[in-house]
């Protein structure tokens, strides 16, 4: 049972990460902020080790480790140059506009 529970929880978690990364990979960049992406990164990877001999909580941090560093990758080498003044035109602002 506590087995299982670990598992609903690592996959709920991993799953999170996925929009996310797959969103980076798409656009070519990331938004997210660069020092979440670096605390995350380290504290997952340090996790991560921690956790060796730990099924459940190894192959959580492993992976949260690697959407972290896909997301990190992007923030650094984009694909595409972003434009500032096309972000303020995007429909996220607007709906923050109206609301």
Not at 40 to 61: D, P, Q, R
Not at 68 to 79: A, D, E, T, V
């Amino acid at each position: 049972m506590k087995e299982a529970l670990g598992l609903i929880g690592l996959i709920a978690i991993v799953i999170c990460w996925i929009p996310q990364t797959y969103e980076s990979i798409k656009r070519g960049y990331t938004n997210m902020n660069l020092y979440f992406l670096l605390i995350y990164f380290i504290g997952s990877l340090s996790l991560t080790i921690y956790a060796i001999g730990n099924f459940v909580f190894f192959t959580l941090n492993f992976l949260a480790s690697i959407g972290s560093l896909i997301n990190l990758y992007f923030k650094f080498f984009p694909r595409v140059k972003i434009n500032p003044a096309e972000n303020e035109n995007s429909p996220c602002n607007e709906k923050q506009a109206q609301g």
